[in-house]
């Protein structure tokens, strides 16, 4: 693989931005590797990177869900909020709280918690609040 080509588990906007900005991108392989890994952030994005539906740092993810839960909900999300179904991805990446994530519509952030996009409708907020752990 050459240094400009896109691993497939990266976020190809964080991919992209922090090379041509010459920052640090850390990105995290998969959600078993990501339970590992302080300051670990799940990111769930649609539209190819141009909205950030949410993010939660994955210490408070619901410890049942699979990656494949996260991508059938990606999947929903990107049903209801842009009536298409290929252009979402679930990704891992070290990001702090207080950080952001690269996207458009004004991209997302990460907070101690489930963070969710302000302009999702009600049924996406639904979708979402399983995936955080009730502890």
């Given at each position: 693989m050459t240094e400009n080509m896109i691993p497939e588990s990266n976020r190809?906007?964080?991919f992209m931005v922090t090379k041509?900005?010459?920052?640090e991108y850390k990105p995290i392989d998969t959600l078993e590797d990501a339970r590992k890994t302080d300051n670990a952030v799940v990111v769930l994005d649609g539209?190819?990177?141009g909205q950030v539906y949410a993010t939660c740092p994955v210490r408070h993810l619901n410890t049942a869900i699979t990656h494949a839960q996260?991508?059938?909900i990606c999947k929903q999300l990107s049903a209801l909020e842009w009536e298409c179904d290929g252009d979402w991805q679930v990704s891992y990446q070290i990001k702090a709280p207080g950080e952001g994530v690269w996207g458009g519509m004004g991209g997302g952030r990460v907070l101690d918690g489930l963070?969710?996009?302000?302009?999702?409708c009600q049924e996406s907020i639904k979708l979402l609040?399983?995936?955080?752990?009730k502890n």
């Amino acid at each position: 693989m050459t240094e400009n080509m896109i691993p497939e588990s990266n976020r190809a906007v964080d991919f992209m931005v922090t090379k041509a900005k010459g920052l640090e991108y850390k990105p995290i392989d998969t959600l078993e590797d990501a339970r590992k890994t302080d300051n670990a952030v799940v990111v769930l994005d649609g539209d190819y990177g141009g909205q950030v539906y949410a993010t939660c740092p994955v210490r408070h993810l619901n410890t049942a869900i699979t990656h494949a839960q996260l991508e059938d909900i990606c999947k929903q999300l990107s049903a209801l909020e842009w009536e298409c179904d290929g252009d979402w991805q679930v990704s891992y990446q070290i990001k702090a709280p207080g950080e952001g994530v690269w996207g458009g519509m004004g991209g997302g952030r990460v907070l101690d918690g489930l963070w969710m996009h302000p302009k999702l409708c009600q049924e996406s907020i639904k979708l979402l609040q399983p995936i955080v752990s009730k502890n």
